[in-house]
Structure formats: structure tokens, C-alpha cells
T-cell receptor, first 115, second 111 residues
Framework: DTGVSQDPRHKITKRGQNVTFRCDPISEHNRLYWYRQTLGQGPEFLTY????????KSRLLSDRFSAERPKGSFSTLEIQRTEQGDSAMYLC?????????????FGEGSWLTVV | EDQVTQSPEALRLQEGESSSLNCSYTVSGLRGLFWYRQDPGKGPEFLFT???AGEEKEKERLKATLTKKESFLHITAPKPEDSATYLC????????????FGTGTQLKVEL
């Protein structure tokens, strides 16, 4: 499978716990994105990386959220001290280059339920 | 701020009954308009990218068109397997090519 891979697919956690999601982009894609989607809504942009550099973060990304992409390969999204409002699907996506209008390919998402 | 509005929110069709989904957008300098299909519990699956007004693209029973203010996704003779949520997104200059999505149209095709 050469698509965007996300792990775990589902996570149930208690409020206040920390969770980490991993994303493996399509090979040789240098841009990697994180989005969040809640039921009945479209995906909302959280942050993106070009290679290992995190170049933009949305205002949706509170201080409890941190993302990394060491060595410009896989990425992790960590949520500290989870709250019930963090329950959502976290989508990772990648695109092949910086050129105009390149297609962004999404993974299957990681569902987070905070109880 | 970029905005995308999709209508209708939900659409129920009989198999073979053609229809169109609408995506209206406001963006400062459109780089691309994207259509994705999303099945329940899964990530969005890429369908089309349109770059300029007048452009059209087709894939099987789907045809996407673009004007300066909106895009249409035409579904010809749909089948039950076309049932899904269809998402529209715009890409603007800056911000690493990030996409701004609408809330989607939930399509149900019945036998």
C-alpha cells in the first residue's frame, strides 16, 4: 500500500491523558498536513510541514497540541491533557511538491474519543 | 477569509436519476478547486482538481465544472455505490497549498 498511513485508527482515552498519532506520508512527498474533522463538518486545517520544517499552524492548534516531523519523513501529532472537545477524526495528508495546485492525498484518519 | 458553501446538505436520488451538487466559494486568488469523496469513517478520496473558469473534468459518472464563483459536480445515472459525502475545497496562495473545505453534500442513491 503506497498511500498515506495513519496509526492508530481508533483511540479511546480518558480526559486528561496524552495521546499521540503517527502519520507516514506517501514516499517522497515533501509536504505533510494535519487536519481535524468532526461529524457533519469538513476537515479543518491544523498545521503543515515542508520536509522537517513546520511552516504554519492554525489558531485551532492550542498549546496542548504539538506536531513534529523529524528527518522530514513520518510525523506525529501529540495532544496533551485531552479534553472532550478534542474528540474528532485527525486526518493526515501529503502532497508531492511545492508547485502550484498540487493534489493533496489523505490518509484514512485516526479517530479520537475522549471520555 | 476563504469560504466554501456546499448545497444541498443532503440529497437522496433514485438509481439512474441524474443531479448536480453545488459548491460556492469566496477566495483571494484561486489556485485550485478540489472535489473529494468521503465514505463513512474513512478519509477523503481525491476526485478532481479544477484550476480555471470553464474547465471541466470527468470520471465515470461524475463531471466537475468550474466558474468564477462556483463549481458543480454532476452525477449522471448514479448507482448505489456512488452514495457518499462529496466534499469541495479551495486552495489559495500561501499557506503551503492548504485546503479550505465546505461541509459536504451527503448523497444517498437508492435502488
Amino acid at each position: 500500500d503506497t498511500g498515506v498511513s495513519q496509526d492508530p485508527r481508533h483511540k479511546i482515552t480518558k480526559r486528561g491523558q496524552n495521546v499521540t498519532f503517527r502519520c507516514d506520508p506517501i514516499s517522497e512527498h515533501n509536504r505533510l498536513y494535519w487536519y481535524r474533522q468532526t461529524l457533519g463538518q469538513g476537515p479543518e486545517f491544523l498545521t503543515y510541514f515542508q520536509n522537517e520544517a513546520q511552516l504554519e499552524k492554525s489558531r485551532l492548534l492550542s498549546d496542548r497540541f504539538s506536531a513534529e516531523r523529524p528527518k522530514g519523513s513520518f510525523s506525529t501529532l501529540e495532544i496533551q491533557r485531552t479534553e472532550q472537545g478534542d474528540s474528532a477524526m485527525y486526518l493526515c495528508a501529503s502532497s508531492p511538491s511545492v508547485s502550484l495546485g498540487n493534489t493533496i492525498y489523505f490518509g484514512e484518519g485516526s479517530w479520537l474519543t475522549v471520555v | 477569509e476563504d469560504q466554501v458553501t456546499q448545497s444541498p446538505e443532503a440529497l437522496r436520488l433514485q438509481e439512474g436519476e441524474s443531479s448536480s451538487l453545488n459548491c460556492s466559494y469566496t477566495v483571494s486568488g484561486l489556485r485550485g478547486l478540489f472535489w473529494y469523496r468521503q465514505d463513512p469513517g474513512k478519509g477523503p478520496e481525491f476526485l478532481f482538481t479544477l484550476y480555471s473558469a470553464g474547465e471541466e473534468k470527468e470520471k465515470e459518472r461524475l463531471k466537475a465544472t468550474l466558474t468564477k464563483k462556483e463549481s458543480f459536480l454532476h452525477i449522471t445515472a448514479p448507482k448505489p455505490e456512488d452514495s457518499a459525502t462529496y466534499l469541495c475545497a479551495v486552495q489559495a496562495p500561501g499557506g503551503g497549498n492548504k485546503l479550505t473545505f465546505g461541509t459536504g453534500t451527503q448523497l444517498k442513491v437508492e435502488l
